[in-house]
């Protein structure tokens, strides 16, 4: 049967050992408003601490890391609303190679100020009109560069399921005992990882994707057992959430270990970031706060022992962040 | 010679036996973004993360958790500036005593509003024509209960050094030496129990008081040999950082085992907040940011092994806050 799979648990244990010189072990916290708030122990795995503010340098470092001299020598290509530009870019420039990063001209500043500060080359597309796998791919075909794909692909999953690895080693060193993860999801490269790490040592796990309203092609999909796809006219404020449908590699695996699909509004997703400010310190982005939101709403249904939420990215306009602090949209 | 200390070493190691169940281990966290900017390790102890969102809790916990029956039940009195309020508050709670609180009608609101949402009676004070001790004594008086200090006090100021334990266990376990510490100086409770937990362990640490221009009365005090004032008119935005001169029972400590005392300006405290927002991913309140502050400036003159910055608090109004990320005063 996990033949069947693009990854094993045994690719992400593999994956911990070759990223663990170079990425961060970032902190589970545990808070006493937020457990107050919930009505049960709630620990926060803060991937805002990561290389490039979010979880991506794990799954890039991975991919990177793999390639032989002459790949290294090609450099590498990706498409990002964000992100995974700036996971790619960290990561290549610590490998020293060469990186061009396909972006939506509408991403935040700030994702393309640092993807272009880390030393990458930034191509800017219009993500409605055009697309960006196509333009991606014709760079990298044009200078011989290896494609580093965004969550579809096996390397890039299982540096993702790092997370779910140092969240049991974490909560373990805690005296916690986790029963759900809430995780949020675009391609669902990270959910994926994270279930084929935890589900392999905890089957009794429940792991929930969590989605932006009009970006539910994960939930929906999980529901009727195919991919779904997402409207064009969907919008959301969670830039980092926004692929039109899970992953081909992904979903797979998703629907055989996920527990769900949990959706939420962007109001309540600006709840979150407000909370994390207020309550937890955190600085987080739109996309990285679903998970949060989802646990605020008390839309999981709860588990024996803690609930984990994955606070994924931190990378956020100031501008975008003051009005949203301040309570506006 | 340490019969002249309010504390020994093994004051702040029972401190730390008696806040374990109720603290929370803060997290030391390692930015690569900072590693670069400031050219060497440097690791950052980040106490927004603790009860009542800063370092406070864990020396109001250990003077009240001494507290005997009859005192729990006359409760108890402190005056501060919001930061102290929220951690006597917090540890008041947790320990079923009722909390009375002098801040500044000034205050952070939020600060305010923190301290009565744990529970506690505010009463408010003009900071310019008042005298919050005499205030707090004559309410202290009337009720019988105890007054807790917000630094001149041994079981807060061992309290307060636990966080130097941690310290130092948590660079061990990054596999880090450190070589000096930079600690944000308002009374100099923090200051002094570091220093003294420290110390004890590591006589070569180098331990910096550091402090907003205008409340430089540590760094003066530590420069002439005896407490210096501030001068009436001095103003901050470090509204943590705002006593008049050091305490009686912190100053010897400080006198003895400081390196010395840095001075940073409201500009690059500003500065720092906007790092930590763009960078660490860390809400940080002004006072909580000077000791980042002198780190970012190159103050520290810098020591063998890694630097630890002391993140002493994350308390600020979401509109104060989001003017100063948005590059405003």
Chains 1, 2 share one sequence.
């Not at 457990?35 to 805002?48: A, I, T």
């Not at 979903?251 to 309550?279: I, K, Q």
Request: charged letters at 20%; proline letters at 5%; aromatic letters at 6%.
């Amino acid at each position: 049967m996990s033949d069947i799979f693009a990854i094993t648990a045994a690719d992400v244990e593999e994956a911990a050992r070759v990223i663990a010189p170079a990425a961060v072990r970032t902190p589970l916290l545990e808070n006493a408003l937020l457990n107050e708030r919930c009505g049960q122990r709630v620990l926060v795995k803060f991937e805002g601490a990561q290389h490039g503010g979010s979880f991506k340098f794990r799954g890039a470092y991975n991919r990177l890391a793999r390639l032989n001299a002459d790949e290294r020598k090609a450099g590498v290509v990706a498409w990002s609303s964000g992100n995974h530009a700036q996971g790619v870019a960290f990561a290549a420039r610590l490998l020293g190679i060469a990186a061009t990063i396909v972006m939506p001209a509408d991403a935040p500043a700030i994702k393309t100020a640092n993807t272009r500060a880390l030393g990458a080359d930034v191509v800017a597309y219009d993500r409605f009109t055009e697309n960006r796998e196509e333009i991606a791919t014709r760079l990298a075909t044009a200078r011989g560069a290896v494609l580093v794909p965004s969550f579809d692909d096996p390397f890039i999953m299982a540096g993702q399921g790092t997370i779910g690895l140092e969240i049991l080693q974490q909560a373990d060193e805690l005296g916690a005992r986790v029963g759900q993860i809430l995780v949020n999801c675009g391609g669902g490269g990270m959910a994926s990882g994270i279930a084929t790490a935890v589900k392999a040592r905890r089957p009794d796990m429940a792991i929930y994707a969590v989605e932006p309203e009009g970006f539910d092609d994960t939930a929906r999909s999980l529901a009727s057992g195919v991919r779904e796809s997402v409207s064009p006219d969907a919008r959301s404020i969670c830039d980092a959430l926004l692929s039109p449908s899970p992953g081909v590699l992904t979903f797979p695996v998703n629907r055989a270990l996920l527990a769900g699909g949990l959706v939420v509004s962007d109001v309540s997703v600006r709840e979150a970031m407000r909370f994390a400010f207020s309550a937890l310190k955190l600085v987080v982005e739109p996309g990285g706060a679903a998970a949060l939101a989802a646990m605020l709403a008390g839309l999981a249904p709860g588990a024996e022992g803690a609930s984990v939420v994955v606070i994924s990215g931190s990378n956020v306009d100031p501008d975008a962040y003051a009005r949203i602090i301040a309570g506006g949209a």
